[in-house]
């Protein structure tokens, strides 16, 4: 049995309204979602101003720059939240017992591309940094398994179930001078042997050991340790 | 769960694992804060756990292992964070297996940590051989049957490939926590025993990655005596600062004010921490392909890894016991040699052996074989070919026999070169310093006790060869500075000064690094080993900063020459209340090391220690000391005007009576009874270790009570 | 996977297909617009206590919360793990909570368009002064600590109209927040708000996970709310039942005459044998 009495409004009964508003919003729907469909919006990313790179034929293993990643970032010291991560096997021959894993700061970052939700973005404010907002990240993830390099150079956080990555040391309460570009990144300033400089000049995009540079020279080659240059990718 | 918030630089919980029953059990940390980390809580968690204390060696089912890290690990304090503590009766040490320490470097004791524990005990024998699989909170107990009679690579790399099998397409292993879901990149850390310490020779050692070696002690034995084959931990957890900004400060100004400069080493530098990164090889780096490898946190690191496919990781001694061997055999080609240095470490290290008995044992066994006494037919036979001594195949040969028991290596790795000697009727070598095992039944470090002072003294006060090179830096900056011909960086007076300002109020003035012979027994001296006895006992073994960088007494990096140790940007104490939170000074850490040292000597007396033990070998009585590293062994000195100089102290001997006053009055001086060296009711209130008297009185070891 | 090869995207619902829950949020509406409800009413022994709408719009909520609230848990938020791993883990869970999502909107959306055309069904679900009084007298009662009345209860009793409040304001957040968050999927949107919605989102979630528990509880499990349970499904409840436990409704139906007194229904029974009879 229908209701008998339902209340008009404004000329138009309730029920109308309801079917124009419905009706309405059903096409601005349709309308948006073909207008915003994948691949309409393009964006430009500005490079980083600034970039890590690293000697995998001089680091000592040592984990320093990854105890003091987390410590500035998060004020403890943890090997799982670094955003440089050190593999090493004490078995393997050099210069395979270690592999130095940074983020490439990428021209074209692909974990940037595929955050859906701007947490991951190009911080014009902080030298163009590819960073994780973390009051944005919704930790499904795809900005990690987007990134082209192994082990993946973007972290999940337990704690803040968000994804974090190298931002230069831009975001560090724990860090008492400025970071980011321009200022200190803490991993290469505490290495105790200078294993990781950090460069203005991209490196190149196209070649998968360009992040390997020789930062060995003639002082270390009097130490007793080669400072002949090495083909390392990732 | 840990309450974390509760907790810095601490992770809350001890893990115990109890053999005999295959369980475990979680014991709160908090108790033991007090002895720091490291030997002092080893120390405590061994008067807690050991029922028998009265056990005299370490094979014993009632013996208890403690493996401890400390606020340090896991964290960037420079050369403190990868170092690790072993504790418990060792196998091998004479005529007691004294309640003994050892201590190995790497990455284990941060990864303990990562996991959320402080620290690791072993207690009974399992009925058949395990391993101990951690996994942050998760631990679990395994047959260790595909393990057992591997070599320590061997086991090592099947627990890694075990443990690290939750992988993904991201390049992390998953693992199991309370946050549901973590990750991480590195790849377990495993302490684990060879085929000696299957054997459980009192050479045995413990052996962490390619060459972290707990070698002293024989824990290896007591962990095969146990059926224990490893420990793995694997963790994601963090270590909680209490004062992270500190912390990172106190490392950048360590770097900046002490530590050597990659760019620009100095060749003539003085100071541990002023140390180039570089490997330290007895002989020369046998190839330039070739990094510096380092510990935890380590600030300088001293091994390195090659492209050899063995020596990864070989230091010191590991590379220096058999190079004199293998440069006799290469003849004088010291790439050659050096190579059959690093094969025979790592041959040793594959095994599970301490190399440490080998330094002085191998030149023993060399005469023996030259005088016609030692080979095959001969009065003590052996199949082993000792004229191919110092090539790889000798050193195969030989060490296989030391690891499992097999031909001279039956007694001289199960009982222990001293005992072989008595037994082959050769102890006059022994008391004649021909085999050089100083005290203990063990050999003396290179640092004769007749010259160097303070060593022979704290290793006479306690339980093993000391092992700690804080005042030792000076004998050998003086004295390659004098073997090359030129002047010593630093002038002896400014030397001496520098070293004993950091030392007050232990010390009371300069005359206490005075090795002159007429100021040998002085209270000053004994001070100066004091302090550094209890230094050690704390900040290095307790704290658990490497030995090789710590203590930083002087420092030519420095403006004013002055050392990081005790210092106010970088010192002991700042890293050590950044990250706890306390506010412990330097000198307050000593203190708990006296403390730590009498709850050890507490421990030893129950094992019947009596002062008439506390001896050198005879020759260290009766002979000068006339052959050492160098054919010199300059010391600060202070001359017949008082004034400083570096004087050669080799040529003399020590005195039994003089030794004899001197341990009164430092029995004396540490408030225990001078008539045994055992501890009083005056020593137990001033250290407060009241909780040690009942047992003490029960087995009628109290001293001062006739 | 090499290195230098950059990881394959997943189906990620919410992002490629987040214009579905506007749709849904119009077809909701629509669906409403068309929807012409049925008044409760007696037939035979029972009462029609929720037509099809009222159904409609419970199931769709309920199927779509439970679903939102599983995979909510399994993503993990505020001090609650995550429980699955890696992306494929990640993107199973969001999949869910879109899938949930899209249910409960629907419903939702429906309940609310339903209620724009007949305020007064919203009426008799809201409390009334003296709601908590009743609430607690009824309880107290049932526990044998007092024998004192409440006044007869409505369609609706005290404790069902005082749970309404946070149980639709809960909804409401957890709906607006949750719309807030899937925009930030396509346009941009200032960093406050974002904050603002992440963080009620996740307070909303835990206080409505407690009162859902409560509503489970009280209105499915304890026995005697079975055949409350059951007219959410067939839409009918007893008649005895509701003279039982909701006079004051039994009292309105009858004052509508859309029910009658059994003593009357029995004289037209009899009266239309005997009619037929001749």
Redesign the interface.
């Known amino acids: 049995m229908p209701n008998s009495q339902e209340p008009k409004y404004g000329g138009m009964d309730r029920r109308t309204f309801l079917k124009t508003l419905a009706a309405a919003g059903v096409a601005a729907t349709g309308a948006g979602a073909a207008f915003m469909l994948p691949g309409t919006n393009l964006m430009v990313m500005p490079n980083s101003k600034g970039y890590l790179v690293v000697d995998m034929?001089?680091?000592?293993?040592?984990?320093?720059c990854m105890?003091?990643c987390?410590?500035?970032h998060?004020?403890?010291?943890?090997?799982?939240?670094s955003r440089i991560?050190i593999?090493q096997?004490?078995?393997?021959?050099?210069?395979n017992?270690?592999h130095m894993?940074v983020c490439h700061q990428c021209e074209d970052a692909p974990c940037v591309n595929a955050c859906p939700v701007e947490a991951d973005h190009v911080d014009v404010l902080f030298g163009n940094i590819r960073t994780v907002d973390p009051d944005r990240c919704i930790g499904c993830t795809q900005c990690?398994?987007a990134c082209p390099w192994?082990?993946?150079r973007l972290?999940?956080n337990?704690?803040t179930k968000t994804v974090q990555k190298c931002d230069l040391c831009a975001n560090t309460p724990?860090?008492?001078e400025q970071g980011g570009p321009g200022g200190t990144q803490?991993c290469v300033?505490?290495c105790?042997?200078?294993a990781i400089a950090y460069v203005e000049k991209m490196p190149d995009q196209n070649d998968p050991t360009a992040y390997n540079v020789n930062l060995r020279?003639k002082?270390?080659?009097?130490?007793?340790?080669?400072d002949e240059p090495l083909k390392r990718e990732g | 769960m840990a309450e974390e918030a509760t907790h810095f630089g601490y992770m809350g919980k001890i893990l115990h694992i109890r053999l005999d029953r295959l369980d475990y059990e979680v014991i709160p940390t908090e108790k033991y804060k007090q002895w720091g980390g490291g030997h002092g809580m080893g120390s405590a968690l061994f008067w807690d756990y050991c029922e028998d204390k009265t056990i005299q060696d370490g094979r014993d089912p009632k013996n208890v292992c403690i493996v401890a890290a400390s606020p340090f690990s896991?964290?960037?304090t420079p050369s403190a964070?990868?170092r690790c503590e072993v504790v418990g009766v060792g196998v091998g040490l004479q005529p007691i297996g004294w309640f003994t320490r050892s201590n190995f470097g790497?990455?284990f004791s941060?990864m303990m940590k990562?996991a959320g524990w402080d620290a690791v005990m072993v207690s009974g024998k399992a009925p058949y051989p395990v391993w101990v699989d951690v996994r942050n909170d998760a631990v679990k107990i395994h047959k260790a049957k595909p393990l057992w009679g591997k070599s320590t690579?061997e086991a090592?790399?099947m627990i890694i490939g075990f443990v690290g099998k939750e992988g993904?397409?991201?390049?992390?292993d998953?693992m199991p926590?309370?946050?549901?879901?973590?990750?991480?990149?590195?790849?377990p850390a495993v302490l684990c025993i060879g085929p000696a310490g299957e054997n459980q020779m009192a050479q045995a050692a413990l052996i962490h990655?390619?060459?972290n070696g707990a070698g002293q002690g024989g824990f290896g034995a007591v962990w095969g005596s146990k059926n224990l084959k490893a420990i793995s931990f694997i963790g994601?957890?963090?270590?909680?600062?209490a004062d992270?900004?500190a912390?990172?400060?106190a490392?950048?100004a360590t770097?900046e004010l002490y530590?050597a400069d990659?760019?620009?080493?100095d060749?003539a530098f003085w100071g541990p921490m002023n140390s180039?990164?570089?490997?330290v090889m007895s002989i020369?780096?046998p190839t330039?392909?070739?990094?510096?490898?380092?510990?935890?946190?380590?600030?300088?690191?001293c091994r390195g890894?090659?492209?050899?496919?063995y020596g990864?990781?070989n230091h010191c001694n590991v590379t220096s016991f058999y190079a004199h061997h293998a440069q006799r055999w290469a003849k004088g080609d010291r790439i050659e040699a050096s190579k059959i240095t690093l094969q025979a470490g790592s041959i040793c290290n594959e095994l599970g052996l301490n190399t440490y008995p080998l330094k002085h044992g191998l030149p023993w066994l060399w005469y023996l074989h030259k005088k016609g006494i030692l080979g095959k037919g001969k009065q003590i036979h052996t199949d082993i070919d000792f004229s191919k001594m110092g090539s790889v195949e000798f050193a195969k040969a030989f060490l296989h026999a030391l690891a499992y028991g097999e031909d001279i290596g039956k007694e001289l790795a199960y009982y222990g070169f001293v005992p072989t000697a008595i037994k082959w009727g050769r102890e006059e070598d022994w008391k004649s310093g021909r085999l050089k095992f100083t005290y203990w039944g063990m050999p003396e470090h290179g640092y004769d006790p007749r010259a160097e002072l303070e060593w022979g003294y704290e290793s006479l006060v306690a339980d093993r060869d000391m092992n700690s090179h804080c005042i030792n830096w000076i004998f050998w900056h003086v004295n390659v500075a004098t073997l090359r011909g030129i002047r010593p960086r630093i002038d002896a007076g400014t030397l001496a000064k520098l070293v004993t300002d950091k030392m007050k109020p232990w010390v009371s003035s300069d005359n206490a690094l005075n090795y002159a012979t007429e100021n040998m027994y002085s209270d000053d001296v004994m001070d100066l080993a004091r302090w550094h006895l209890f230094y050690t006992r704390y900040w290095k073994n307790s704290g658990l900063l490497c030995d090789f960088r710590w203590a930083d007494l002087f420092n030519s990096k420095h403006p004013e020459l002055q050392g990081a140790t005790a210092s106010e940007e970088a010192g002991e104490h700042i890293f050590w209340n950044a990250i706890t939170g306390e506010n412990l000074s330097f000198n307050d850490g000593i203190r708990r090391g006296q403390r730590i040292y009498h709850l050890d000597n507490a421990i030893w007396t129950l094992q019947g220690r009596r002062r008439d033990m506390l001896k050198f070998a005879d020759y260290i009585y009766d002979r000068p000391f006339d052959k050492g590293h160098f054919p010199f062994y300059m010391w600060p000195v202070k001359n017949e005007k008082g004034e400083w100089i570096y004087r050669d102290v080799m040529h003399r001997s020590h005195n039994r009576k003089k030794m004899e006053e001197w341990k009164t009055r430092f029995y004396t001086k540490e408030k225990l009874d001078p008539k045994t060296g055992w501890p009083t009711e005056e020593t137990l209130k001033a250290y407060d270790l009241g909780f040690a008297e009942a047992e003490l009185r029960a087995h009628k070891k109290l001293g001062g009570v006739s | 996977?090499k290195q230098g090869e950059a990881?394959h995207s997943n189906l990620f619902l919410f992002d490629h297909y987040w214009w579905i829950l506007f749709l849904t949020i119009f077809l909701a509406l629509l669906y409403s617009a068309y929807t012409y409800r049925k008044d409760p009413h007696c037939v035979g022994d029972k009462v029609l206590r929720h037509d099809l709408a009222a159904r409609i719009s419970h199931w769709f909520n309920a199927g779509g919360m439970l679903i939102l609230i599983f995979s909510g848990f399994g993503l993990?938020f505020l001090m609650f793990?995550?429980?699955?791993?890696?992306t494929d883990?990640a993107q199973l869970m969001f999949n869910l909570h879109f899938i949930g999502a899209a249910l409960f909107l629907f419903g939702a959306v429906y309940w609310v368009g339903n209620t724009i055309l007949a305020p007064k069904r919203f009426d008799e679900h809201m409390p009334y002064l003296g709601s908590i009084k009743d609430a607690v007298i009824h309880y107290a009662r049932m526990a044998g600590i007092t024998k004192k009345n409440e006044r007869p209860p409505g369609k609706y009793d005290a404790s069902e109209r005082l749970a309404f409040v946070p149980l639709t304001l809960l909804a409401l957040f957890m709906g607006v927040t949750g719309i807030i968050k899937v925009s930030a999927h396509v346009w941009h949107l200032p960093k406050g708000l974002v904050t603002f919605a992440t963080w009620t989102h996740d307070w909303s979630t835990i206080v409505l996970v407690i009162l859902l528990v409560f509503h489970v509880i009280l209105a499915a499990v304890v026995p005697w709310a079975w055949p409350l349970l059951k007219s959410m499904i067939t839409g009918y409840v007893p008649v005895e039942f509701v003279k039982h436990h909701h006079p004051g409704w039994y009292k309105e139906l009858l004052s509508q005459g859309v029910c009658e007194l059994p003593e009357n229904r029995e004289q037209k029974k009899n009266a239309k044998g005997e009619e037929d009879a001749k």
Not at chain 1, 219 to 225: E, H, N, Q, V
């Open positions: 034929g001089k680091c000592m293993g040592c984990d320093t105890m003091t987390s410590l500035v998060h004020g403890e010291a943890s090997l799982s939240l991560q593999q096997d004490s078995f393997q021959t050099w210069p017992d270690i894993a990690i398994d192994l082990p993946k972290q999940w337990p704690e724990y860090l008492r803490s300033k505490v105790p042997v200078g020279d002082a270390w080659k009097s130490l007793g340790m080669t | 896991g964290t960037p964070g990868g790497g990455r941060s990562y690579k090592q790399e993904n397409n991201w390049g992390w998953r926590s309370d946050r549901g879901v973590e990750y991480t990149t590195k790849k990655e390619s060459s994601t957890q963090a270590v909680k600062i992270p900004a912390l990172v400060e490392r950048f770097k530590a990659p760019e620009k080493p060749a180039p990164a570089k490997p020369a780096l330039d392909k070739a990094r510096v490898s380092a510990c935890h946190g380590c600030i300088n690191g890894i090659y492209n050899l496919g990864n990781q | 996977m990881g993990g793990p995550r429980h699955v791993s890696g883990g």
